[in-house]
């Protein structure tokens, strides 16, 4: 696989910053309790497509989370057109998957101090 060029880069960043901003005040608005951030956004090289990860806290709400962003994501995308309708031309196909590379690093953390 081909390494992000600048201008992927920059896309993804703009995405992660707008994206983390929506879901922060979602959680806080609809989801009391809820914490959601965005660590990575990985974008396509045609910049036609965004796989956003997410963090979800508490992480034994995170799939019920998922399913309720994904019920919406037409509106989530919607909502991130008109915050970065300046800087691009158009807005990635949206798709939301769970980060659980801190699961990762804790299961091999635990692994290690056995």
């Known amino acids: 696989m081909d390494a992000p060029t600048s201008r992927q880069n920059k896309v993804a960043r703009l995405i992660q910053k707008d994206l983390s901003d929506m879901f922060q005040k979602f959680a806080h608005d609809w989801l009391p309790g809820i914490i959601i951030s965005v660590p990575t956004v990985r974008i396509s090289p045609d910049l036609e497509y965004a796989k956003v990860y997410l963090s979800i806290f508490p992480p034994e709400k995170g799939q019920e989370v998922l399913?309720?962003?994904?019920?919406?994501?037409?509106?989530?995308?919607?909502?991130?057109?008109?915050?970065?309708?300046?800087?691009?031309?158009?807005?990635?196909?949206?798709?939301?998957?769970?980060d659980d590379s801190l699961d990762y690093i804790d299961k091999i953390d635990n692994l290690l101090k056995e």
């Open 67 to 98: 399913e309720q962003l994904n019920g919406i994501i037409k509106e989530i995308r919607y909502q991130l057109g008109q915050r970065v309708r300046n800087q691009l031309r158009k807005v990635p196909e949206i798709t939301l998957f769970i």
